[in-house]
């Protein structure tokens, strides 16, 4: 299945617009779209600190994205389950991008049985009665976690992609993507330079936001 013309060689220009457009400021100084400030807020769900635990930080980034996580969530990941959060976090790599994994090597960092996956699992809640964290909610913490290799789902994104809405049925789509040899981690590192933002964000967030705004057909305004 192709992905959306927006991110073939010949719209560079017109995805960095895109791209751009989703970090101006207003003239009070405001960002235009509250999504800008994910990455960067706090430092960063990455920085070397945080990097493998979920704070109150990381959950009000994820509120820049349009959702929010309910309490009772929110108590479990910050409370109760905080160390197997940790713990899986610990074992997904901080520094492993998406287009650098082996064929080989998906299964065991990204597949069924990975700590990822795992985590995906922890995070829904599913053994702990917890409700609330749908598939968007938990793809955009875990890509604030890790933005290198995990990607965020959105309903925008979903329909341009068609994505199967579990998690490995995304990540194996977008894997495959980036892997198949057409350049697309080129181009998106193109269009990040072109745009000339200076937030240094990952290929998968580039990815997301074009998709995002060429999905929504919008250029102004703060959906995201």
């Not at 070397?48 to 994820?62: E, F, K, M, Q, Y």
Request: net charge negative; glycine share 10%.
């Amino acid at each position: 299945m192709a992905i959306p013309d927006i991110l073939d060689e010949d719209h560079i220009d017109t995805a960095a617009k895109l791209l751009g457009t989703y970090y101006r400021r207003t003239t009070a100084g405001v960002p235009a779209y509250t999504g800008s400030m994910y990455n960067c807020w706090g430092g960063g769900g990455d920085a070397p600190r945080d990097v493998n635990r979920v704070t109150s930080d990381d959950l009000i980034a994820v509120s820049f994205l349009s959702v929010d996580v309910p309490g009772e969530a929110a108590f479990g990941i910050l409370e109760t389950q905080a160390a197997l959060i940790s713990d899986l976090l610990a074992q997904i790599p901080a520094d492993l991008d998406m287009a650098d994994v082996q064929a080989d090597e998906f299964d065991k960092v990204l597949g069924e049985a990975s700590p990822a996956r795992q985590l995906w699992h922890v995070l829904r809640g599913r053994d702990t009665g917890r409700r609330g964290m749908c598939v968007t909610r938990t793809s955009k913490l875990m890509a604030r976690k890790r933005p290198l290799l995990v990607p965020v789902y959105d309903s925008a994104v979903g329909h341009l992609m068609s994505l199967d809405l579990g998690s490995v049925g995304q990540w194996k789509r977008w894997h495959t993507d980036l892997t198949d040899g057409t350049g697309l981690p080129q181009r998106l590192q193109q269009i990040r330079r072109v745009s000339r933002i200076t937030d240094p964000i990952s290929d998968l967030r580039v990815m997301d936001i074009v998709l995002w705004m060429y999905g929504t057909g919008t250029a102004t305004g703060e959906r995201q």
